[in-house]
T-cell receptor, first 112, second 116 residues
Framework: LAKTTQPISMDSYEGQEVNITCSHN???????ITWYQQFPSQGPRFIIQ???TKVTNEVASLFIPADRKSSTLSLPRVSLSDTAVYYC?????????????FGTGTRLLVSP | EAGVAQSPRYKIIEKRQSVAFWCNPI?????LYWYQQILGQGPKLLIQ????????DSQLPKDRFSAERLKGVDSTLKIQPAKLEDSAVYLC??????????????FGSGTQLSVL
């Protein structure tokens, strides 16, 4: 199973763009990269998933370089409500989506 | 669309007592997961069901934990007897199916267990 490494914490201010990078050096060919967001007292919530290049949805963008050994979650113009823990997971149909391992995640604190 | 329902929301018990958690997944979701999340850590998978069959229970402490998913819908997770280190949030999640390229997990709000 591909192991992921993320910063433990990040600080930002409202209105700024936040980029959280995740390293996954031993990602397998068929693995996807998935990001979840977790607020206190809630379960994680799916944010975005990608395989290569760039994926964008209404919440975030995911940038994946050609070697796929890392990925960057980009949150445009964060607000106080984006304060949460963000998890990067790697897995796929062959390595077992069901065995997706949540690390300790990145604690993002957005200040006024 | 209704989300994953879990109950109770909170539970306080003494060590060596028993406790059970209930989960109702999103309608039509074949796969159901139970996770344990200790304070300050990410969720850890305990057991995964595909319909009413167990796919993975390798990290379930089977001497004290048990889970079932009768009829392939609702599920219960039981701890008997509880230990102090079982204090955690127990999260239930469901997904449409295993092995899809865009597998997405939907989580409930969890049950916070305190063992005294």
């Amino acid at each position: 199973l591909a192991k992921t490494t993320q910063p433990i914490s990040m600080d930002s201010y409202e209105g700024q763009e936040v980029n959280i990078t995740c390293s996954h050096n031993n990602i397998a060919t068929n693995d996807y990269i998935t990001w979840y967001q977790q607020f206190p007292s809630q379960g994680p919530r799916f944010i975005i998933q990608g395989y290569k290049t760039k994926v964008t949805n209404e919440v975030a963008s995911l940038f994946i370089p050609a070697d796929r050994k890392s990925s960057t979650l980009s949150l445009p113009r964060v607000s106080l409500s984006d304060t949460a823990v963000y998890y990067c997971l790697v897995g796929g149909p062959n390595t077992g989506f069901q065995k997706l391992v949540f690390g300790t995640g990145t604690r993002l604190l957005v200040s006024p | 669309e209704a989300g994953v329902a879990q109950s109770p929301r909170y539970k306080i018990i003494e060590k060596r007592q028993s406790v059970a958690f209930w989960c109702n997944p999103i309608s039509g979701h074949a796969t159901l997961y139970w996770y344990q999340q200790i304070l300050g850590q990410g969720p850890k998978l305990l057991i995964q069901f595909q319909n009413n069959g167990v796919v993975d229970d390798s990290q379930l402490p089977k001497d004290r934990f048990s889970a079932e998913r009768l009829k392939g819908v609702d599920s219960t997770l039981k701890i008997q007897p509880a230990k102090l280190e079982d204090s955690a949030v127990y999260l239930c999640a469901s997904s449409l199916a295993v092995g899809q390229t865009n597998e997405k997990l939907f989580f409930g709000s969890g049950t916070q267990l305190s063992v005294l």
